[in-house]
C-alpha cells in the first residue's frame, strides 16, 4: 500500500494547524493514487512525525511517500526531515521511504504562483 | 502599469531568502501578464515590503498586486501584512494596491501537492 505524508512545521497558532489538517482532507478527497493519506506536524503540536508514520506502517503501508510542506529549506527541511527519515529507515527496514523536496522547491512553483496571481490581480 | 509583488517572511540563513529571490527571477521569466515583477521581506533581511512597493511606484506602477509567499495564515498573514497594505495606500493614495491570500489558502493547493507528489512519489 503506498501512503503520502504530508509534513508541516506545526503552529501555536490551532487554526493554522487546522490549515494542513483540512488540506490533508482535501487531498484524500482528490483523485491521489495513494491508498492512504495523512498529514503531520514536526512541533508544536500532535500528530508528530513519528507517531502517523507508526500509524500508517500498522495500517499496512509499504511505501511512505513524505512530502515536506515548507517553502523554504530551512534546519527544518535540511536537517530534522533526514533525521526522521533516517530513524523511519530504521524501525522499519522493510517499508520504503522516499522523502520528497520541499514544496517551495518544485519546478512548477512559478507557474503556480503566476496562474494564483493572475487570476486574482 | 501592473505589478506582482512575492512577499515572503526572509531569514537568517541566506540561501532561504536566495531561494526566493532565485523564485522572483524564474516569474520574470514567464510569460506572466504584469509589467514588473519583484520580491521583498517582512523581516530579517533585505529588501525589505515598503522599499520595494516605493521602488515599484518610482518605476511606475498604478496597479501592485502583494501575494504572501506563506503557507500558514500566522499573524505576519493575518496582521501584519493588512498593516502594510494600509500603509502603502495611505503612503500612495492614487495607486491602486491589492493583497491576495496567503498561497497556502489556493484553491488549487491540493492539486498542486498531488501533482507534485504523484510526479515524484
Redesign the interface.
Known sequence: M?A?L?I??G?R?A??NQ??AD?AA??K??D???DLIEHAFLELTDPKVPHTIDSLVNSGAS?I?L?P???????HVTEDLPELLDDAKTQYPNVSF?L??H????Q???????????D??
Do not use: C, D, N, R
Open positions: 503506498k503520502l504530508l508541516a512545521h503552529s497558532k487554526s493554522s490549515e494542513v488540506l482535501k487531498l478527497q482528490k491521489h493514487g495513494f511505501h511517500t512530502m510542506y515548507f517553502l523554504a529549506a530551512g534546519m522516499k520528497l523536496t514544496l517551495g522547491a518544485a512548477q512553483m512559478p507557474e503556480w504562483i503566476l496562474g494564483f496571481a493572475q486574482k490581480a
